[in-house]
């Protein structure tokens, strides 16, 4: 269980949702390992949150537990977007906890917003990779299929094509030098995806296709206090979060899902 997450789920107002898909990471595998990571390593957390005067156990936040992932994404996206779909119905915001991003496709289907914001260091627009049309590196052109709009936060690196996709009318690039001083401007409902490659490596070596030159935990907290906010969010996800370090990458997951809890239940109270 996600500490603090203690509410019985016929009272949430949050349901965290682990997802350990773990098929189509490339270069270091194990996010399968990533909900239990950021679990084990937000223990290590107060519960009282002193910017909001919160207590993280009062936030109503429920623990589902993990979809267990199998080797077919097709059908596991399937059957979490029904999983999540239960969460918006009992009147919850779904936060998911990946396992790789290919999951964030089936929050997107259940919560359906209309903007996509997302903290990555990939563009993640290729129609495939490797041969696989259901790849990590394409979520964010099929999220495109549901969301009017994707903004895309401290993106530094993709293909040729993936640069002209992101070039049309629907889709915002904000490079990482510039996320700071950026700031929600959009109508209508949004989603939030926190990569966790999205920050430099430096801060959050356990994933699995890390990119230099990125965004600080600070910078990547107040993207998420700032949406939480300022939007009418629907869901949030942290994803790409693995074991191959010493908890750096988790604990930031677990810190960010925190913030984002903090923030959009103080905009409710």
């Known amino acids: 269980m996600f500490p603090g997450a203690s509410t019985d789920r016929g009272h949430a107002d949050f349901v965290v949702v682990g997802a350990p898909l773990d098929v189509s990471t490339t270069f270091q595998p194990g996010t399968r390992f990533g909900p239990d990571e950021i679990r084990k390593f937000a223990r290590t957390f107060d519960d009282y949150d002193h910017r909001?005067?919160?207590?993280?156990?009062?936030?109503?936040?429920?623990?589902h537990g993990d979809v267990y992932a199998w080797d077919d994404a097709e059908e596991y996206v399937e059957y979490l977007e029904g999983v999540v779909t239960d969460v918006v119905w009992d009147d919850a915001l779904?936060?998911?906890?990946?396992?790789?991003?290919?999951v964030t496709g089936a929050a997107v289907r259940a919560t359906d917003p209309d903007v996509f914001v997302c903290l990555d260091a990939h563009l993640d627009l290729r129609e495939e990779y490797d041969g696989n049309p259901l790849s990590h590196a394409t979520v964010t052109r099929h999220v495109l299929d549901v969301a009017d709009e994707a903004i895309i936060l401290?993106?530094?690196?993709?293909?040729?094509?993936?640069?002209?996709?992101?070039?049309?009318?629907d889709v915002t690039v904000v490079p990482p030098e510039d996320v700071a001083d950026w700031q929600p401007d959009f109508d209508g409902t949004a989603y939030l995806?926190?990569?966790?490659?999205?920050?430099?490596?430096a801060f959050a070596p356990g994933t699995g296709t890390m990119e230099p030159f990125g965004l600080s935990p600070r910078e990547m907290r107040d993207v998420v206090r700032d949406v939480a906010e300022t939007t009418d969010v629907v869901g949030f996800d942290v994803v790409e979060v693995n074991d191959r370090d010493d908890g750096q990458a988790a604990s930031l997951a677990g810190k960010l899902l925190r913030e984002f809890v903090f923030s959009h239940a103080g905009t409710t109270d």
Do not use: M, N
Not at 52 to 57: A, E, L, M
Not at 94 to 102: F, Q, R
């Open 52 to 63: 909001t005067g919160q207590y993280f156990s009062d936030c109503s936040v429920h623990d």
């Open 94 to 102: 779904p936060l998911l906890l990946g396992g790789e991003h290919t």
């Open 193 to 201: 995806s926190v990569d966790i490659d999205g920050a430099d490596p």
């Open 154 to 169: 401290g993106a530094r690196t993709g293909s040729e094509e993936e640069w002209e996709r992101a070039a049309k009318s």
